[in-house]
C-alpha cells in the first residue's frame, strides 16, 4: 500500500507515490490542460497502486470550508476548464479512499514546515513568486484556513514613485501578484525576467513590492519564518535586496529573527508542495482510524 500526492498547478500537475516512510518511488508530470483530460492522466498513473489514501495541493481559488456544498471544488479559477470542478468528489468517487485537501501553497509551506527549512518552527509563511503570487502560513501549528484560505499574492501594494506600470490583475492594479508576479516583470520590461538578471533596477523594484508584503505578513502573524519560493525567487541576488528592503519598511518597529534566517529560500527547492502533499495523505490515513 501506498500514500498518493498531486500537486495540482496551473501549467503542471506532479502526482507521486510514496512508501509508509514517505520515500518517493513514482513520480510523473502531466501537463495541465482541461479537467477531463488532466484527470484522466492521472487516473493512469494511480490506477497502477493500492492507495491509503491521497493528498492535493491545488490551485485556487479552492473551497477548504469542510461544512460548504462545495468543499473540495476548484471554485472561481480562469482557468479554463477547471471552474467549479469538484476535485475532491472526482478522486473519492474513483478510489474510494481519504482525500487531504489544501491549496498548493499550503501544501508547500506544511512540507516545509515539518520536514525543510521550517523544521521545528510552529509558525511560517511560504510565498511563491512565479507565474502567479500566492502564500500559505501555517500558525502554531496548523494550516492558516479560515472562511476559506489565504489570498497572500493579492495584498494591496503601494506603487513606486518612479512605476509607471499598471499591472496585469484583473481584479486589482496594484496588488502584489499584479506588479511583481513573472508575467507582470516581462509585460512591464517586453522581455522574460531571466534576460534581465544583471539589470539591478529590475530587481530593485521587484524588492520593494515583495518586501512591502512580507512587513505586511510580519505585522499580522508574527511568523517565525518566510519561505520564498517559485521561478521569479530562482533569482538568487533578490534576498539580499528584498531584506535590506525589509529592514528598511520594518524601520526597527517590530523585533524579527536575524533576516538571513527569516527570509530565506525553500530547502526543499521544487519539492515542497509533493511533500507537503503526502504529509497530508498520511494524516488523512490516520484521521480515518481516530
Known amino acids: 500500500m501506498y500514500y498518493g500526492a498531486i500537486e495540482a498547478g496551473g501549467t503542471k500537475f506532479v502526482c507521486a507515490v510514496s512508501n509508509e516512510e514517505l520515500e518517493v518511488i513514482d513520480k510523473v508530470s502531466i501537463p495541465t490542460t482541461s479537467s477531463e483530460e488532466t484527470m484522466n492522466q492521472v487516473f493512469s498513473f494511480f490506477d497502477q497502486y493500492s492507495l491509503f489514501s491521497i493528498g492535493i ?4 481559488p479552492i473551497d477548504v470550508n469542510k461544512s460548504s456544498p462545495t468543499y473540495g471544488h476548484i471554485t472561481t479559477t480562469p482557468k479554463k476548464g477547471w471552474s467549479n470542478f469538484d476535485f475532491v468528489g472526482t478522486v473519492k468517487k474513483r478510489y ?25 518552527c510552529s509558525s511560517s509563511i511560504y ?46 492594479s496594484n496588488c502584489l501578484e499584479g506588479l511583481a508576479s513573472g508575467p507582470a516583470i516581462e509585460k512591464r520590461y517586453k522581455v522574460k525576467g531571466s534576460e534581465l538578471r544583471d539589470e539591478l533596477h529590475v530587481w530593485e523594484l521587484e524588492a520593494f513590492y515583495l ?71 498520511k494524516e488523512a490515513k490516520n484521521n480515518r482510524h481516530l
Open 57 to 60: 495541493g491545488s490551485f485556487g
Open 211 to 281: 518586501a512591502q508584503a512580507l512587513v505586511s505578513y510580519t505585522l499580522v502573524l508574527r511568523p517565525e519564518k518566510i519561505i520564498l519560493g517559485g521561478g521569479v525567487m530562482k533569482q538568487d541576488h533578490l534576498f539580499p535586496l528584498i531584506r535590506h528592503e525589509f529592514a528598511r519598511m520594518i524601520s526597527g518597529y517590530v523585533d524579527v529573527p536575524d533576516l538571513t534566517s527569516y527570509i530565506v529560500p525553500p530547502l526543499l527547492g521544487d519539492h515542497a508542495a509533493i511533500t507537503g502533499c503526502l504529509l497530508l495523505a
Open 127 to 172: 510565498l511563491t513568486v512565479g507565474t502567479g503570487i500566492g502564500g500559505g502560513a501555517m500558525v502554531k501549528g496548523q494550516l492558516l484556513e479560515g472562511f476559506s484560505h489565504p489570498e497572500m499574492g493579492h495584498l494591496l501594494v503601494r506603487h513606486h514613485k518612479n512605476d509607471e506600470f499598471q499591472g496585469i490583475c484583473p481584479y486589482h
Open 96 to 120: 474510494h479512499i481519504e482525500v487531504g485537501w489544501t491549496t498548493d501553497v499550503n501544501a508547500a509551506v506544511y512540507g516545509e514546515t515539518k520536514c525543510g527549512i521550517a523544521k521545528g
